[in-house]
Nanobody, 122 residues
Framework: VQLQASGGGLVQAGGSLRLSCAAS????????MAWFRQAPGKEREFVAA????????LYADSMKGRFIISRDYANNTVYLQMNSLKPEDTAVYLC????????????????WGQGTQVTVSS
């Protein structure tokens, strides 16, 4: 399984970005797809996840109402629409696939993309 994340960049506080993660290869591990983020010196943090077949979503509390995760089933792509961005959202955003047994738990994901940098200036 290969995951290719894109869409990161530099944005001012209050702005928006849309991240994409395209999956290719085997689909056996794709119970869910998720976004995590990691800022320098901090632990990896769950952002949002979507169950691939059912479309059920889950968000970290701090992202509810600002971020929206969605999927394009036909194109094997998951998106993260990020609105009302804050400087504390600055991090490398990573997409992952797997999630069986806990879609918010990074250790339950089998495959990871390379990440895309999001920088929010104040």
């Amino acid at each position: 399984v290969q995951l290719q994340a894109s869409g990161g960049g530099l944005v001012q506080a209050g702005g928006s970005l849309r991240l994409s993660c395209a999956a290719s290869g085997r689909t056996v591990s794709r119970y869910a797809m998720a976004w995590f983020r990691q800022a320098p010196g901090k632990e990896r943090e769950f952002v949002a996840a979507i169950v691939w077949r059912g479309g059920t979503t889950l968000y970290a509390d701090s992202m509810k109402g600002r971020f929206i995760i969605s999927r394009d089933y036909a194109n094997n792509t998951v998106y993260l629409q990020m609105n009302s961005l804050k400087p504390e959202d600055t991090a490398v955003y990573l997409c992952a696939t797997g999630g069986l047994g806990g879609i918010s738990r990074s250790q339950k994901y089998d495959y990871w993309g390379q990440g895309t940098q999001v920088t929010v200036s104040s």
